[in-house]
């Protein structure tokens, strides 16, 4: 069967299809796009396809940030926590220096790592963020301007041609591969109505761009040929169908989508109520820009390995330029080659530092051959008209396009068509001519090593990682390098916070302010120092302005900072379900005094504070000692963490144990870390819902469901027995300690803490788990697992986060308390659920309403059956 006879019986209809197809066009054309109606409209419906594109970028951001969180975790705490015990002496400038240089010796592979985890991210990041560019661009008529560019490049060969038909391959066979249950089976069982119009809207508008596209009249005969598509020959084709055909038609697909998802909508009105069609249609116009995301992404990177091959090939070329990329490209080489030898049993690792060091010598050889066409190198480029000289990027695809003798007119950017045999440049629709100066032969870039001019053209652009982007032109290269600059911006922060997670472990001069505790000589009055205020709790025979040691620097008396004149009578409750919440007969005011017991790191200080309690609340509470390690480890995600950031307060007398945690200390980076680690995913997701129409109303469980994919989690996450099966179990044996999911978990050590006591023969007969901030979302995580009630003061919400910490939303409900303040925006971060009191804040300015002392005094000033029940404690101050 000889070329093009496989649409043999398909081309002698081709006259009476396009005679059909324009009858259609002519009876439904003006009824579905009136020119008057889409004038108005087209903006809203640019905007609404460009923002929809947002999602997408964001879950990459997300993935790259964990891939990040991972190397910190598995990796640099571990390092900490060494040098934490085995501090460095900075009392010298030479053991100072030492130490810095072996801590810079430790990170380095991981570093390099990070590096080539954040490069990859970067790259599909500009990649997706060109693609909602391209979404609302308009270019010399046409929209999506940038896609029909690099689809014209490809289609004009064919090795390029098949590059695309390959990357294609690969990457939806990736995707079913790691999400086919998902996108076949949970899906369309869980989105019947969406996946079914979003299949229906695709067809449709497949079928508009062929049969627009056999009835256009500028169609070349013979379309279908092989031949014709991959390129060899005239290219007609690839004019037709990504110029003229483009620009008349590529626009409409939006239309076609928008009022078939209008249409949809109320059909499903019928079935469905109207917050579920609004949720659905926003859900649908999320998934229509998949395909636009997909294709784009697929020439992307077929131009990509398109342009690393064509580095090569010049390199081969010009044998003598392998010095000077050696040169350049030696000391990145050394530290990637070392990082693949530390990782060398970690296949995935090394393919990715493979991956990044291609990217990376392409990008050496491009800067000398940029070098190589100006005037410090061998050919130089200008304008003739202007005489003035072209960019090193466009000089550089000139001067290949002339080496290759190439014959016809090839895409170099989206603003430059070249014509390298007439020596002419297609730029904002005119022509100019071209003038190629040969400088110096051929075969001489060997001596740019010895040219200072080449180094300063060539290291700073290295290092600052500074890429042509040429392709997209001036309008694209302004989104990368406000690109560029944020995330170097995010990536400094991110590095600094590791950087201060490293040097307070190594040097104990740096570490955390603590949280001070002090007690009166006469025991009647217990002042709590906190970097940013400080309050007493005073019995009826303590002074009423207490002189106490000052702990710290911190601020004065904290009554300056309280509205005091909203204090409740004696037995009067502002709040009276909260006042009179008891867990276990112990008020919810002792349970928030231990909460904020947790903060402090020096043991005889909480011991003080529990003897104060103990001597004016009648209360008998002692700290237990932690059993966060004893458990079995079987591998490195069940090693125990070493995190410590926990007390266990047993009580005799109500055979109780409160397990509290503690929250953010703001001055420690880890803590600062761990926040990043906990909330990033759900704070993301809460800056989008502020800026994407009708991303509020999604369904929870799809928001869960992103939040978990973005997060990375663990391959295999075991559940952890719950409190009431360890202790009615017989089985005393030690424990698999819990998995702590690449050590990001990093609270695992208190499930092994509560599995090992509750197999004790003797367990305790209640736990309570509560905690303040951080420590009341990581409470709310273990109680919801463990079947263990959780009280949270000012903790942000779990339940947008549920599914990636492997958490039922029932149990959340069932077992999670939270305590919030008024003007405290912390809390509402992740979602409400659970059993939820809200109090006014007492403090004067807003930034302090998240303050754990301010709570403490809000429930005593609010709750005058709380003041009844303590009768020995005068005040709160």
Known sequence: MGEGEGCG??????????????????????????????????PIIRFIFTVYHLPPIALVLALTHSGLERIVWVLIVPVAQQMEKQPYDSSCMTTFMLGMYHIFLLILPYSTLGVAVATLGHKVLHCFLETMVDAHSTHQGKDYPLFAARLRFIMQDRQRYYIFLVVLFLLVSVALSGLHTDLLVAWPAREPWVVSGAWCIIALQVSFVWGSAISHPELPPHPFIWRRIVGIGD?????????????????????????MVALIAFVALFFRGPLYVLSSSVELVMYLNMPHLVGHAVVSISASIINIQCSLNWLRRHSDAV?????IASPFQLLLFRAMFYFRHHQMTVLLLIGVNVLFIQRVIDLVREFDVTEAGSVYWKYVDKDEPIPPYLSVILENAYETKSSHVDVASLDYLIDIKAMKIHRDGEEVDLERKQITEYGNAHSFIWDGRFYAYTVPRMISVQSSRHFGGKHFRRVYILLRMITSCCLMAFTALVMGLLFQAAFPQL?????????SADGNALTVDHIVL?????????????????????????????KWHNATSLGEDWYSSLCARTFHDISIWEISLLALASYLSNDDEVKEMLD?????????WVVRERHGKDCISIDSSTQPTGWDGYYDFYSAKHDLSIIAVSGTDMTSFRDFLIDVNVFFEVVLYHLLSNIIPGAVILPSELIADLIRLASLPAAKNREPETWETLISSRNTNLRVCENNNYRRDFFADVYNHLAFVGSRPNPPKHVLLTGHSLGGAVASVIGSRMGIHAVGFSAPGISLSRKKFGIDLENIHKFVTRVISSHDIFPMIGGSGGEEHHVECLAKTRELCHAMEFLVGTLWRSCGSIRARYPSIHSVV
């Open 323 to 327: 010095l000077p990329v050696i040169f």
């Open 612 to 620: 104060f309690m103990s001597m004016h609340m009648g209360s008998d």
């Open 534 to 562: 400080r309050m007493h709790l005073l019995s009826g025979r303590a002074d009423v302005t207490p002189t106490l040691p000052i702990a710290s620097s911190a601020m004065g008396s904290a009554s300056a900072a309280f």
């Open 235 to 259: 290219g007609e084709f690839a004019r037709f169908f990504c110029g003229t055909w483009w620009k008349s038609y590529i626009h409409y697909m939006r239309y076609i989508a928008i009022e």
């Open 511 to 519: 570490h955390p302010l603590p949280v001070r505790v002090s007690v």
């Open 9 to 42: 019986s398909l081309l002698p209809q081709m006259p009476s299809l396009r005679h059909g197809f324009k009858l259609l066009r002519t009876a439904l054309w003006y009824i579905c796009f009136p020119e008057e109606v889409t004038v108005y409209i087209d």
